[in-house]
């Protein structure tokens, strides 16, 4: 419960943070559009080509409910599970195409996961889980960036995904207090594609004319389920996190 409450909050922080840096990014738009129509300086987004290389770090959880349409097997205890942190790896370009837009795509490691934590009230015994998803994605995002040393960035767009492994490491106590663990991974019942909506917003702070460092707050939410059309579950992740990205500029 208490991860629970912490998931919900850092989620309304982020949210904070993407509603202030909206409200920032109007301002200081219609700050320049001011300036421009004094005649003084110009628009200044960012038209060049740049790739990153970007690592995540998420706290990921799932929407999962019984898959009515096969046997509407009952949650039980899965309905406990909670939220986890999760790493994931992106090598992504920005290319411009339009005078404002760019298309940001690349390869990207995705890792989604949820976990459950129990221990008994009367004696030592204790059983705990973690479970990942991993998928290697092709990120296709529109994206802008404003500003010149210090300037703010959004991008909005969908992730396609391949399934690439599933592991899910358990460890457990005994009412003695003898504790053991075992790693599965199984991938017999997970959808070999999935999508995902995500939209980042954040700020790139340049070095030079070719070196900076990005850092943005991230959303991303599954479209379609993680697992087979038959299995007992629907299941569909969502995160919210950050990215940092070490830019290129050329």
């Known amino acids: 419960m208490i991860l629970i409450i912490g998931f919900r909050t850092f989620e309304f922080m982020l949210k904070i ?25 110009n628009l200044s987004f960012n038209n060049n080509n740049v790739l990153y ?3 995540d770090g998420i706290n990921s959880f799932r929407e999962l409910s019984p898959n009515t349409n096969f046997l ?4 039980g205890e899965r309905e ?4 986890r942190w999760m790493s994931g790896y992106s090598l992504r370009m920005a290319i411009p195409v339009f005078r404002f837009f760019k298309i940001n795509t690349g390869l990207a490691i995705l890792q989604s996961g949820e976990s459950y934590d129990w221990n008994s009230t009367v004696t030592d015994s204790s ?39 599933f592991r899910q490491q358990i460890q457990w106590k005994n009412a003695l207090g ?3 663990s075992d790693e599965l991974s199984i991938q017999d019942d997970c959808n070999s594609f ?7 917003l954040g700020i790139h702070y340049h070095f030079n004319e070719t070196f900076g460092l ?12 993680t697992y087979k059309e038959f299995e007992d579950y629907i299941h569909k992740a969502y995160a919210f996190g950050f990215n940092f990205a070490l830019s290129y500029q050329f």
């Open 72 to 75: 509407s097997t009952p949650l």
């Open 53 to 55: 290389v970007g690592v």
């Open 80 to 83: 406990n599970e909670i939220s």
């Open 214 to 225: 990005q850092l943005t707050a991230l959303y991303r939410k599954q479209l379609n389920n």
């Open 127 to 165: 059983y705990a889980y973690q479970r990942t998803f991993r998928h290697i994605g092709l990120p296709v995002q529109l994206a802008f960036e404003y500003g010149n040393k210090l300037s703010i960035y959004g991008a909005f767009g969908v992730s396609p995904a391949i399934f690439n492994a």
């Open 194 to 200: 999935i999508i995902s909506l995500q939209a980042d």
């Open 178 to 180: 003898s504790e053991d």
């Open 17 to 41: 943070i993407f509603t202030g840096s909206f409200v920032f990014f109007f301002t200081i738009i219609n700050a320049q559009l001011i300036t421009d129509s004094e005649g003084n300086s």
